[in-house]
């Protein structure tokens, strides 16, 4: 079983289709209801008020032979990115309301199986080659199990888990699903896209899931926390650049191409071979204007990005001292430079030093960079900085490679290699270097404890 966090509000408005009970043995519905924190309890209204006896109530369906569904209003999905918005999703399992303070968090409870057809039909159309839909099937349990497996390994309680380093120079953090503790994992993109069964429309899903029921990756019959991001930009980036310092053998440095040629495009942690790199548009996978390829991979929201392999984006000087001052809440005056100090082997900026007439301060990792230089998010930290103009006219062009953090599988990449004949097992094999596909029975986890961190 799995727990998805859906929700954080101070009212939620939900509807059963059919009859649900709660733990007190309580009938709900089908029919509308609304549920809010008053005086530490919780109060759910449904034209007849039940009062919890604490802070939180679970519900399940009378009848769990029959699959019965439940609706949760006004979810947010897209949280930060230009597409944000929110829409109306349904979900089938438990259904557990926790309060906190004034607002409640709505958790869903259901089999890991059944999580992952939600998840394949939400991080991609259900329309995607069933090769592509089988190695996602994998990488979504291998990812998943792994963090399940995480979370359950002894914590130390004299060294607990830190996601932050923060001084008067600089600031280093990375976000990761450790940022959750009432449930396993989120809805949205900071975990993986889980929209019920909102958008499970091909039977095509649930067959590639049926067909790998089970499989995971493994590297030395450790689970794999296989990663994924929309588009590497052509070179995959390592693990630890972009969370914890922890090396995952099988996360490596991966030309998203048929043939092996890294020595060719040189060292991407300097600036000259990242510079030739991101100014140029190689032959890769994920390099695809394919237009029936990507609205198979592409959800509608992902489709209004179409620059993903190569992007630029402008700021003048005071557009960007105003931007860095929103998303840091650091006030660096005019930005007189922004430099580059450190790059994965992507070429994906791991430090990045902001320099101003108040303030001079170096920040990482990559998405703490690409959340500090956009509205939104910036597609990824795989870009290089050019200056032009003078004084007040100062213009700072990014030049970007890539979307997301560039680890593990490459999701357009992978679309393009199953649209081209290659198996499953191949795409994966592809980007995780020195795995193996085994069926999940317990093996051991490779996250290191906590106090070895």
């Known amino acids: 079983m799995v727990s998805v966090g859906i929700l954080t509000a101070a009212e939620i408005h939900f509807e059963f289709s059919g009859v649900f009970m709660d733990t007190h ?28 006896a604490d802070n939180q109530c679970s519900f399940t369906p009378l009848n769990r032979e029959v699959p019965t569904g439940f609706m949760i209003r006004d979810v947010i999905i897209g949280i930060g990115f230009h597409w ?31 999580y992952l057809i939600s998840v394949i039909s ?57 940022d959750h503790s009432e449930f396993d994992v989120c809805a949205d993109d900071h975990c993986q896209r889980y929209q019920g069964i909102t958008r499970i429309s091909e039977d095509i899903v649930e067959q590639a899931v049926k067909a790998t029921c089970g499989e995971v990756i493994v590297y030395n019959d450790c689970l794999c926390d296989a990663r994924f991001s929309k588009c590497c930009g052509g070179v995959t980036e390592l693990f630890e650049n972009v969370w914890e310092q922890v090396n995952h053998p099988y996360l490596q440095k991966v030309y998203d191409h048929s043939k092996q040629e890294l020595d060719s495009m040189g060292d991407l942690t ?25 609205s198979q991979v592409l959800n ?30 650091i006030d660096f005056g005019d930005i007189l430079d922004i430099i580059p100090l450190q790059r994965g082997v992507s070429g994906r900026i791991i430090r990045l030093k902001i320099c101003g007439t108040k303030k001079t301060m170096i920040i990482g990792k990559e998405l703490e960079i690409r959340k500090a230089l956009s509205a939104t998010h910036l597609y990824s930290s ?72």
């Open 122 to 178: 939400s991080e991609m159309k259900a329309t995607s080659s069933v090769e592509m839909l089988k190695a996602h099937s994998v990488i979504s349990r291998s990812w998943l199990l792994a963090q399940i497996e995480k979370s359950n390994t002894k914590q130390n309680p004299e060294q607990p888990y830190q996601s932050s380093f923060v001084t008067d120079q600089e600031v280093v953090r990375w976000y990761d699903r450790e």
């Open 382 to 453: 795989a870009f290089i900085v050019e200056k032009t103009g003078a004084g007040d006219a100062f213009v700072f062009t990014l030049h970007g490679a890539g979307w997301g953090h560039g680890v593990g599988l490459c999701q357009i990449g992978a679309a393009v290699m199953g649209a081209q004949g290659y198996g499953y097992r191949e795409i994966l094999l592809h980007y995780f270097r020195g795995a193996e596909l085994k069926q999940y029975k317990g093996v051991r986890s490779s996250a290191p404890s906590r106090d070895k961190l």
């Open 300 to 329: 509608d929201y992902d489709q209004q990005t179409h620059d993903f392999y190569r992007w630029e984006v402008s700021y003048s000087a005071g557009e960007l001292a105003a931007l860095i001052r929103s998303k840091t809440g």
């Open 84 to 114: 944000q918005k929110k829409e109306n999703q349904v979900f089938l399992g438990a259904l557990d309301l926790v309060g906190r303070g004034t607002e409640i968090t709505v958790i869903n409870k259901l089999p890991v199986e059944d």
């Open 270 to 294: 300097t600036e000259k071979y990242a510079r030739e790199w991101i100014l140029s548009k190689p032959s890769a996978f994920c390099n695809t204007s394919d237009k029936k390829i990507l």
């Open 25 to 52: 043995n309580r009938q709900y519905g089908p029919g509308s209801f609304i549920a809010r924190m008053q005086g530490g309890r919780m109060i759910i209204d449904g034209g007849k008020q039940h009062e919890s």
